[in-house]
């Protein structure tokens, strides 16, 4: 036998339908609050190797999006002139991204040799030099927000863990921006 819950002019409720309501109002809009996002970390012209740095910057920046309960899909690093913009604005819109973020990664023309990466006895890890953050909405293209960050050359070097940190703080960031909009 079900159990129902008695409420006003003799009507009769069940305790399964009541958790159903529960679910679909309470549980499903929370849900709601995360935005579909679609990243993507470009290099600066002249690099013709990709840098470790713009693969820790895309996990790291995806990891903290996830974290805040985004949906995040993102496009392969590439270099700054590969491709036109507007395309990949158009595919993440394609595919129900509501914003598009740009991470363009600079570094250090110092650090670049002949196009090639240049290895140096005292630096094992290379971090970015500056780091420009763009958000365009997908419905318009418009761009909504923007910021750059520039970090100074350390002659002690660079952890992957401290270039990590500076990308979770650029990523709280456009969380920040993004939960206020």
Known sequence: MQKSLFLRRGKSVSVPFLFIVFVILGILPLQAWGE????AV??????????EASTVWEGALM??????????????????EERPLYQDIYQAKEGGATFFI?????YDDLQLKNGQIKKDENYSYIGPREVVVQIFTTK??????????????????????????????????????????
């Open 36 to 39: 579909s996002l679609c990243l």
């Open 42 to 51: 470009v290099e600066q012209k002249g690099a013709q190797e990709k840098y």
């Open 63 to 80: 990891g903290v999006f996830f974290n805040a309960g985004h949906i995040i899909s993102s496009f392969p690093i590439t270099l700054v």
């Open 102 to 106: 740009v991470c363009i990664m600079k």
């Open 140 to 181: 318009d293209g418009k761009k909504v927000f923007e910021k750059y960050y520039e970090y100074p050359l350390d002659e002690r070097g660079l952890s992957v863990e401290e270039d990590m940190r500076r990308a979770q703080y650029v990523g709280l960031e456009v969380v920040d921006f993004l939960r206020k909009r």
